[in-house]
């Protein structure tokens, strides 16, 4: 950590109140600090947020005085990081416009890795993998689509909850995404990130199918099902053993904010054991995602708990599994005369809530780097 300085520029994108691991409150901001200097900034000072945001609404220049920089594990080019004895003060004009052009995919692949890129308007063209990794002992799920725009396309990475938010052949405006490298090209990863959808947005003259990493389908039935319905905290992401659907509102385990009951985000895990045409038992891996389309698809509850879904499951005839290289469940639905039910993100939606009222949903746009930011 080096001294305190006063560092100078224009504030963009200043996120709402997050929540540490520590249990602290903080926000981030992007602080432009030259024509194309960005970083991030980390203030665990929330009685000072408004002051952000009207820096930021106004394109006001500003100092933050009392500022230490740090390199942490979210912000690996550097960026300040203020203590409650920081100053937000106005600045005089800089040398450097507050206005910057919005980046193209074209832009995108001419940076290097860990390059922050503020908004970015894409067309989703199609699912390129889907996997289930390890976070601090949470099995936390990311999906990389191939995405374009009139000047490219490259491949976007997507963390946990937003992955509900994206449906192929639609067009998004994605904010606070970060680079890295996939061999020779450059491609996104979100970050505590938002999306939006937006307007019709072009793509280049010819596009270039991106192999599906090892997708096969499965017909067949079910003779084993488990699935798990864990609530979550929509804040740290802990997983909630006491939580009480038919009250209001519930204090998470871990980080200890009380919350209402409905933001609390079901996530789902499991195994399923199909019999394919070989006659042979095949046992897979569920994911969140997978559940959820098929609860969306059978109009069940949005706050169905496991028993119940392994009923509805097992006691239907046939069904359809949509299998990738890692013995991974993208997409499970009963299967019809036609076979078929179209692509996987067709039957995905928003995570549900841990709600009393059936059919109730939240979508969330945080994403993993939110989760288990640390101070």
């Not at 000047?151 to 909850?161: A, C, E, H, P, Y």
């Amino acid at each position: 950590m080096l001294d305190d300085e006063t560092v100078v520029g224009h504030l963009h994108t200043v996120s709402p109140m997050k929540t540490s691991r520590q249990s602290r409150r903080y926000f981030e901001a992007t602080l432009q600090t030259g024509r194309e200097d960005f970083n991030l900034v980390v203030c665990f000072s929330p009685e000072k947020r408004d002051e952000f945001v009207h820096a930021a609404d106004n394109g006001q220049a500003v100092k933050l005085v009392g500022t230490r920089k740090s390199i942490s594990k979210l912000q690996q080019s550097g960026g300040g990081l203020m203590s409650s004895s920081s100053r937000l003060d106005v600045a005089g004009e800089l040398a450097f416009p507050h206005t910057i052009d919005r980046p193209t995919i074209a832009d995108v692949l001419a940076l290097g890795p860990r390059q922050r890129v503020e908004v970015i308007e894409v067309r989703v063209l199609q699912v390129i993998e889907n996997k289930v990794v390890q976070v601090q002992g949470i099995p936390v799920e990311l999906k990389t689509f191939e995405v374009c725009d009139a000047t490219g396309q490259t491949g976007l990475t997507v963390w946990d909850r937003l992955i509900l938010s994206v449906e192929l052949g639609k067009c998004y405006t994605f904010r606070s995404l970060s680079t890295r490298k996939d061999g020779d090209r450059t491609v996104l990863t979100t970050t505590p990130s938002v999306v939006t959808t937006t307007g019709q947005v072009g793509q280049p003259a010819s596009i270039s199918a991106m192999p599906v990493r090892g997708e096969e389908t499965l017909r067949g039935p079910v003779t084993g099902v488990q699935i798990a319905a864990k609530p979550r905290c929509p804040r740290c992401h802990a997983g909630q053993e006491k939580l009480a659907v038919m009250l209001s509102t519930h204090r998470c385990e871990r980080c200890s904010i009380l919350q209402r009951t409905a933001a609390y985000i079901t996530t789902y895990s499991g195994l399923l054991i199909v019999v394919g045409g070989d006659g042979e038992e095949c046992s897979m891996v569920l994911t969140s995602s997978g559940v959820c389309g098929f609860v969306r698809e059978h109009f069940l509850s949005a706050s169905a708990h496991g028993p119940a879904l392994e009923e509805t499951v097992i006691a239907m005839p046939e069904i359809e599994v949509t299998i990738n290289a890692e013995g991974l469940v993208v997409r499970f639905a009963e299967a019809t005369v036609q076979g078929g039910q179209g692509n996987v993100l067709e039957a995905e939606q928003p995570s549900t809530s841990y709600a009393r009222e059936t059919g109730a949903l939240v979508q969330d746009n945080e994403s993993l780097a939110d989760l288990f930011q640390e101070d």
